[in-house]
């Protein structure tokens, strides 16, 4: 498993969520797609983990009391944060950040469109995490906003953002914003046993 220095940003999008088979049932994070700037720990998440990794440039600026976001590819703005009126507080460890994350792990057939060669789900188990700083604000104070804007604009990415601009936030129940130190090579992933329906 390759470890990496640093990660210059990354974005995730994971809702919790609770998956039950008939050999185990696991609580933890579902990782539906992960956003990053650096080539290098996407093609290594990609093979190795199979992570849904894809490119997008993250401009975020930030001061004492806020935080914003730019996510875009090719000039294109499509995705916007903004979080107004953050505030330090003690450092902890957060039960998300330790929450096992789950995934489908999924590699097309070469040669059979529509077919896999792997096709599984996996589970990253949780881990503590050390954290240096941790800022959080009313959730009022947050703006979060996906723009569609087509295959001419974003041909590899449209059919992503499509779908995240046609998501409804009906209410944001928590703002937080953390700086990690240090991390982990997720090595401990594994597949989980799932029942095959043929049998």
């Known amino acids: 498993m390759a470890g990496w220095p640093w990660v210059q940003s990354f974005w995730p999008l994971h809702p919790r969520c609770r998956l039950s088979w008939k050999q185990e049932e696991i609580h933890g994070a579902y990782l539906s797609v992960l956003f990053e700037n650096m080539a290098d720990p996407i093609i290594t998440g990609r093979d190795e983990l199979g992570y849904a990794k894809i490119f997008a440039t993250l401009d975020d600026t930030r001061d004492s009391s806020s935080l914003n976001l730019e996510m875009g590819w090719e000039g294109s703005q499509w995705g916007h944060l903004a ?117």
């Open 83 to 199: 979080i107004r009126g953050l505030q330090k507080i003690s450092e902890d460890t957060d039960e998300y950040l330790i929450k096992p994350l789950l995934h489908l792990k999924y590699f097309p057939r070469t040669g059979d469109v529509g077919a896999a060669d792997v096709e599984s789900p996996t589970v990253t188990p949780g881990r503590s995490v050390c954290l240096q700083e941790v800022y959080e604000a009313e959730p009022t104070n947050v703006e979060l906003s996906f723009k569609s804007l087509g295959w001419n604009s974003l041909p590899t990415l449209h059919h992503i953002v499509d779908k995240l601009a046609g998501i409804q936030i009906l209410e944001i129940e928590k703002a937080r914003f953390e700086i990690q130190k240090g991390g982990h090579d997720v090595g401990t992933q594994r597949s989980i046993l799932v029942e095959d329906k043929k049998a």
